[in-house]
């Protein structure tokens, strides 16, 4: 195992009276609050309405950015970072999921930086010093974005998706009422399930040795997502299934399971990639290309985690190294398949012309992986190998 720094200073509140605590977190918060939000669904379910009125209750002033679009835009990121300058704002409340929370984060390590925004995610991260506090009220179940310091964001100009990662921007505390998410659609539970699943491959598939308890913690987490993924797009409301996916969700990229160990990210780069130029719903794009990451980077090196994947995750009993590990990414497959994903890029509107260009968008910063060090050729590969 490797040496690492830990450190989740995030505050949760989890269950189905979490909005409770809600309240009592305001106590902190000192003048104008910025409360963002996405395309809608908050005010379709009533919650808008709950927020608003306990903000009121307090005499808490808040303005609102809202209309945050899935793949959520750098514009977005600068007109927030305006009202925080006019208004004056000094805490951010985002309601939402993975894209509300990451414009918020954006917004918070924008506002203290002197340059352009999106400076700080081609490659000035490190110039992010400071950042305004953040507290989030999560409604989907996907990213972790709720327990993490990452932000993604789209230049809708320059058809980039890129990411900064930084302790500044977890937030300090995030509510997670898995009742909040019965109104999801069976596609975006789905798409949110694949998204879990996937990060925790990113950071289970390593070559640092003796990892057993990141090891083991990433099989458990991904059984979950086997036993209850089918459980909540069936019955929405199934408490037992919202809650165990929510809270498999935040601990799949919290650091928990990447801490210690060398981690991947090759698909999420291909994905980001593809993402940024035909704005798909992420985990549609990840479900695509994992099983073919996986059989592209199979190889002697990699065979025996694959097979021991197969077996502690999908109890595949083959002794033969290489059948387990074929066998591992085929029930791989069939399992987003089974969630009611698409397994072809050009089922989803991208054009054959431009996988080149998705693959050198994709090396913008040089190769990626770890597991497999990916070149750009190699990405254009995995490319064609998924279209
Ligand atoms: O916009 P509204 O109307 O709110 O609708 C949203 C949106 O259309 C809807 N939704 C959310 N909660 C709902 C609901 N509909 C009904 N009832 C509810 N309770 O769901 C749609 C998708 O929302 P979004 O926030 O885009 O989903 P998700 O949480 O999957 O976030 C995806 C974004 O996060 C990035 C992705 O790339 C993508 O941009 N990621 C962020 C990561 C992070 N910060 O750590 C890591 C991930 O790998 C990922 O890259
Ligand atoms: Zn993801």
């Given at each position: 195992m490797l040496d690492f720094d830990y450190n989740v200073p995030t505050r949760i509140h989890f269950g189905?009276?979490?909005?409770?605590?809600?309240?009592?977190?305001?106590?902190?918060?000192?003048?104008?609050?910025?409360?963002?939000?996405g395309g809608g669904s908050i005010k379709r379910t009533g919650l808008y309405e709950?927020?608003?009125?306990?903000?009121?209750?307090?005499?808490?002033?808040?303005?609102?950015?809202?209309?945050?679009?899935?793949?959520?835009?750098?514009?977005?990121?600068?007109?927030?970072?305006?009202?925080?300058?006019?208004?004056?704002?000094?805490?951010?409340?985002?309601?939402?999921?993975?894209?509300?929370?990451?414009?918020?984060?954006?917004?918070?390590?924008?506002?203290?930086y002197e340059g352009d925004v999106w400076d700080l995610f081609m490659g000035k991260e490190q110039a992010i010093k400071k950042a305004l506090p953040i507290g989030t009220i999560l409604t989907i179940t996907a990213t972790g974005s709720e327990m993490n310091g990452n932000a993604v964001i789209t230049n809708e100009q320059t058809q980039d998706k890129l990411a900064i990662h930084t302790d500044l921007l977890r937030p300090r505390f995030s509510i997670i009422d898995p009742t909040l998410t019965y109104t999801v659609s069976k596609h975006q539970t789905a798409a949110g399930i694949v998204d879990i699943f996937s990060h925790i491959l990113e950071q289970y598939f390593s070559h640092t040795?003796?990892?057993?308890?990141?090891?083991?913690?990433?099989?458990a987490l991904l059984t979950c997502c086997i036993h209850y993924g089918p459980i909540a797009l069936e019955y929405p409301k199934d408490y037992e299934a919202r809650s165990n996916l929510m809270w498999t969700s935040s601990l799949a990229l919290n650091g928990l399971l990447g801490c210690g160990k060398q981690t991947d990210w090759a698909t999420h780069g291909i994905e980001h990639a593809v993402s940024a130029v035909y704005d798909i719903t992420h985990a549609v794009g990840l479900?695509?290309?994992?099983?073919?990451?996986?059989?592209?980077?199979?190889?002697?090196?990699?065979?025996?985690?694959?097979?021991?994947y197969a077996k502690n995750v999908w109890g595949v009993g083959s002794h033969d190294p290489n059948v387990a590990a074929r066998e591992g990414i085929k029930k791989t497959k069939q399992y987003f398949i089974e969630l009611g994903m698409p397994t072809r890029l050009s089922e989803v509107g991208v054009a054959y012309d431009s996988l080149k260009m998705i693959a050198k968008k994709t090396t913008l910063f040089g190769g990626l992986g770890h597991f497999k060090k990916l070149s750009?050729?190699?990405?254009?590969?995995?490319?064609?190998?998924?279209y």
């Open positions: 189905r009276h979490a909005m409770e605590k809600f309240e009592s977190e305001l106590q902190t918060v000192h003048g104008t609050v910025l409360l963002i939000y709950k927020i608003v009125r306990i903000l009121d209750d307090k005499n808490i002033a808040y303005k609102e950015l809202k209309d945050i679009q899935p793949n959520p835009r750098i514009s977005s990121v600068r007109k927030g970072i305006a009202l925080c300058q006019d208004y004056d704002v000094s805490f951010l409340l985002a309601v939402g999921g993975g894209s509300v929370i990451d414009c918020a984060k954006a917004i918070a390590a924008g506002y203290y040795t003796g990892t057993m308890v990141q090891d083991r913690l990433a099989e479900a695509i290309l994992t099983p073919v990451w996986m059989e592209y980077v199979l190889s002697d090196e990699t065979m025996t985690q694959m097979a021991t750009e050729k190699d990405v254009l590969q995995i490319l064609e190998q998924a």
